[in-house]
């Protein structure tokens, strides 16, 4: 993320379910939890630390952690190897069949860059 000063943050992901009900847990590169959200129509949880926290959608809870909205629509389609381009967001899929996404947002504010390495 471009901020000042800049952001950046890796980590691994698992991912499963569908945009509307899933579940994302990110750990840290060393193999720690770092967090679970388990999104539904219902709602998003977010479980972190021993805590539990409510979310009315995935945009309110990605915008209040992370500063902007993550395109979680758009990151299902991505790693579909599809493009997603009423996302806000400029997928590069030109590696996919290597395991590399490059996403970039310019607008609105941060401008932010999303890199995924997929492992089978």
């Known amino acids: 993320m471009q ?3 800049p952001q950046s943050w890796s980590a691994s992901f698992d991912l499963v ?6 579940e994302l847990t990110l750990s840290s ?13 219902d709602g998003v949880v977010l479980i972190q630390s021993g805590q539990t926290r409510q979310f009315s959608s995935m945009d309110h ?3 209040e952690l992370g500063g902007g ?8 389609e991505w790693l579909g190897g599809r493009q997603a381009p009423d996302s ?12 590399r996404i490059l ?3 310019n607008a609105p504010l941060p401008v ?8 089978p």
Request: proline share 9%; aromatic share 8%.
């Open 69 to 76: 909205a993550l395109p979680v629509v758009a990151l299902f």
């Open 112 to 119: 932010a860059e999303l890199r995924l390495i997929i492992e």
């Open 17 to 22: 379910g569908t945009p509307v009900k899933g």
């Open 103 to 105: 996403a970039s947002r």
């Open 88 to 99: 806000g967001w400029d997928a590069d899929l030109s590696r996919f069949d290597e395991g």
């Open 61 to 63: 809870l990605t915008s």
């Open 29 to 41: 590169p060393l193999g720690s939890s770092l967090a679970t959200v388990q999104w539904s129509p």
């Open 3 to 5: 901020s000042e000063p």
